[in-house]
């Protein structure tokens, strides 16, 4: 038990780095991270030890995600970061850079912007994020070369975002 325990806490900065990602707000992605350690410890019967635990993790956070949707019907809005480079009134040209990426990340499909984190962000393979998603590799593959060409031509203006920009009011 405590070597679960011990490689548990190993992984639990990469799941608060992605339930940020996919939520945009830090007490929401805290609470993610919560219910999946919650679940992953009293579940931890069926890991198997030999196989990876932080794929068998980000598979249940993704899970519990994709409930937490389908429950309550709706998407994340604006990053704290984002907000708090709106009240900025002379960004640097990086924060402005962080800003386009987020605003054209939330651009993406759900299940582009998913392969896409867990690829780039989180650095699983293909197939791990086939098997965290329940996808094959084929699917995975696809998602991810969408993703790309579509996050690329959002940043050049080459297709206009489909999603409203929030702005915050003074």
Known sequence: MSYFLNELEQCIPALRRYAHSLLYKQDEADDLVQDCLERAIKKQ???QQGTSLRAWLFTMQHNLYINQLKKLGRQPLMTE???????NHEPHKSDILIRDIDFCMRQLPENQRQVLLLVTIQGFSYKEVGRIIDAPLGTVMSRLSRARKTLQALM????PPTKP??????
């Open 45 to 47: 019967a069926l890991w």
């Open 81 to 87: 970061e984002t907000e708090q480079l709106t009240h």
């Open 156 to 159: 050049n203006g080459e297709i």
């Open 165 to 170: 920009v929030l702005r915050s009011v003074k």
